[in-house]
């Protein structure tokens, strides 16, 4: 059973709002990672980091942010919520060899009205 | 370049019958490689992966998958489709250790009864 946590699980906000959506791992993994993904369609990963204060984009460009100051916790801000960014935010997380399975949170589906 | 291609977004079978989803990839090295699965709402799921131990791979709920070298395939299947399989299956590959993995664009399959 993977211990990946994502709050909240839905969230409708207006726009312009400054949010933060949180993920947290108990499984002291050192890769954790975001992607967005709209329903039924394909993932996009838009961040990732290797590490604590280690942060990198993804392919995806996105105007959210993240950081990683506890091995345990990867929280993605958006500063100004838009229409464009309603969407469902997956974050997972993964050991460090290259045969790690990578471990999903349920999601946080976001609608910015 | 490194890529992964899921050959059709949409499979439908019969209950019973044989599923089969498609998945190649783009390498110059032999990577590893993994099926998931994402039921609605939910976040993904490991089925099974490929980690150069074994060729043929068996999962859960019945699924098992072949790397086939010289095809540059790993395609998943289950010889009888049940209505709880019905779901969106993304393939993904991990071509190195120090990048994140890379996803298929998914495939949906329905089960009819």
């Known amino acids: 059973e993977a211990d990946i946590y994502q709050t909240p699980r839905y969230l409708v906000i207006g726009t312009g709002k400054k949010i933060t959506l949180e993920c947290s791992q108990t499984?002291?993994?050192?890769?954790m990672y975001w992607y967005q993904q709209d329903p039924g369609m394909e993932l996009h990963l838009i961040h990732y980091s290797y590490g604590v204060n280690s942060t990198e984009k993804g392919d995806l460009s996105s105007e959210s942010t993240v950081s990683r100051i506890r091995t345990e916790h990867f929280p993605l801000t958006l500063e100004s919520a838009r229409p464009s960014h309603t969407s469902q935010y997956l974050c997972?997380?993964?050991?460090?060899?290259?045969?790690?399975?990578?471990?999903f949170g349920p999601g946080t589906r976001l609608t910015v009205l | 370049a490194q890529s992964v291609t899921q050959l059709g977004s949409h499979v439908s079978v019969s209950e019973g019958a044989l599923v089969l989803l498609r998945c190649n990839y783009s390498s110059s090295v032999p990577p590893y490689l993994f099926w998931y699965v994402q039921y609605p709402n939910q976040g993904l799921q490991l089925l099974l992966k490929y980690t150069s131990a074994a060729t043929l791979v068996k999962g859960i709920n019945g699924f098992e998958a072949e790397f086939k070298k010289s095809e540059t395939s790993f395609h998943l299947t289950k010889p009888s489709a049940h209505m709880s399989d019905a779901a969106e299956y993304f393939c993904?590959?991990?071509?190195?250790?120090?990048?994140?993995?890379?996803f298929g664009k998914g495939t949906r399959l329905s089960v009819i009864a």
């Open positions: 997972a997380s993964s050991g460090s060899i290259s045969t790690d399975t990578q471990y």
């Open positions: 993904a590959v991990s071509f190195s250790g120090n990048t994140p993995l890379v």
């Open positions: 499984m002291g993994h050192d890769k």
